[in-house]
């Protein structure tokens, strides 16, 4: 019933601009904190950025910081994920995901989407 979608991943330029989307449904969206996660080939998935259920708080991994920018639409259902000045390292499979809590561990979200890559080249 609960589903995520992501979308908006694709090949960028190193110092290019990307904005990923995930749609979710089959649960009261207000009611979910929203997290972005990425695995790079060979690596564990790990956060990238988290934000409260009405948007007025967020958190992002020290590594994008100030490049980075999660927010939310929740009459829309959509979380979105603004990444600029991308690197060759921001490389990777990024997740939206769900929880019930606030946390920038894999093992507290419950909900999560298929994937899209994002594919930064030099």
């Known amino acids: 019933q609960v589903q995520l979608d992501e979308s908006g991943g694709g090949l960028v330029q190193v110092g290019g601009s990307l904005r990923l989307n995930c749609t979710v449904s089959g649960f009261p969206f207000d009611q979910l904190r929203m997290g972005w996660f990425r695995q790079a080939p060979g690596k564990e998935r790990e956060f990238v950025a988290r934000?409260?259920?009405?948007?007025?708080?967020?958190v992002y991994e020290d590594s994008v910081k100030g490049r980075f920018t999660i927010s939310r639409d929740n009459a829309k259902n959509r979380v979105f994920l603004y990444m600029g000045y991308l690197s060759v390292e921001d490389t990777g499979i990024y997740y939206c995901?769900?929880?019930?809590?606030?946390?920038?561990?894999?093992?507290?979200?419950?909900?999560w989407g298929q994937g899209t890559q994002v594919t930064v080249s030099s």
């Open positions: 934000i409260s259920t009405q948007g007025g708080t967020t």
């Open positions: 995901a769900a929880s019930f809590g606030w946390t920038d561990s894999v093992s507290g979200y419950i909900y």
